[in-house]
């Protein structure tokens, strides 16, 4: 097993969907409290190495993994790994919200009490900690009772946020997480990820090249489900190595 000195590591990992292949022996270490963008064109496998990491991938039928994934220096590749344990870990916030059919206050709550929080004061704090982080407290805080589908789809993006960080994970996946949003809601999402990276390390799946010069500190460039090159992001826009990365950069391939 090979050793892992952040919280994320991947070790030639191979994930093929009824037999087509998605990645092809991808290696790469994730640093911890950072931001990390993985990029690249629609289909190269972006969102699949992204949802490998808390193995959603799992739900999709015919798929086969191969490789190592050390989370925290745990393969969750291995079959006897308890999966929920892993993915406690890691908060993730999908394309588009899905707040649950429950009020603002009991979405934040849902994870809290799944894992045996159960006394009303300390639930009270998490929830109001939680929509601070995620910049929602003082648009909801007189109306946590209220149905969460009554928020913008803005804030319920923050909401979907804070309930992911409810759990206390060390990790966030943000799979292209401003592609539904207005401007001003995507603002208010960069903003936190930039803040919160100081506690957590972030994962971001992006198709906005704008986007990710402004948020990574690293960059993983993905083509046909190869890893082409990953590095410093000031460096992989700047100095890139490989021809196929100054063509996706300067448009030349999409």
């Keep these: 097993m090979p050793d892992c000195k952040t919280h994320i590591c991947v070790k030639d990992l191979n994930v093929a969907y009824n037999g087509t292949q998605a990645l ?3 290696t790469v270490d994730i640093p911890d409290h950072r931001i990390t963008a993985i990029i690249g064109p629609s289909g190269c496998g972006k969102s699949t190495l992204l949802r490998s990491f808390n193995r959603l991938i799992d739900s999709n039928e015919d798929v086969t993994m191969s490789g190592a994934i050390l989370v925290d220096g745990e393969n969750v590749l291995d079959p006897r790994i308890e999966i929920t344990h892993v993915r ?4 993730l916030l999908s394309q588009r919200p899905y707040p649950l059919p429950m009020s603002i206050y009991d979405n934040v709550a849902y994870g809290p009490r799944i894992h ?15 929509l ?8 909801v805080k007189t109306r946590l009772h209220d149905p969460a589908s009554r928020l913008s789809i803005g804030q319920q993006q923050r909401l979907c946020l804070a309930r992911g960080l409810a759990v206390e994970p060390a990790i966030i996946l943000a799979d292209e997480p401003t592609s539904a949003l207005d401007p ?8 936190r990820f930039l803040e919160l990276k100081e506690r957590y390390t972030i994962v971001i799946v992006t198709h906005i090249l704008r986007q990710a010069r402004r948020l990574a500190d690293r960059v993983i460039f993905l083509y046909l489900g190869e890893l082409v090159e990953e590095g410093p992001a000031g ?16 448009g030349a391939i999409s």
């Design 24 to 26: 092809r022996d991808v």
């Design 88 to 91: 406690k870990k890691m908060g």
């Design 116 to 130: 045996g929080v159960r006394s009303r004061r300390r639930l009270d704090g998490i929830v109001e900690h939680y």
């Design 132 to 139: 601070r982080e995620s910049s929602l407290w003082n648009e």
């Design 184 to 191: 001003a809601s995507s603002q208010h999402i960069e903003r």
């Design 235 to 250: 460096e992989f826009f700047e100095n890139p190595r490989e021809q196929l990365t100054k063509d996706y950069i300067s």
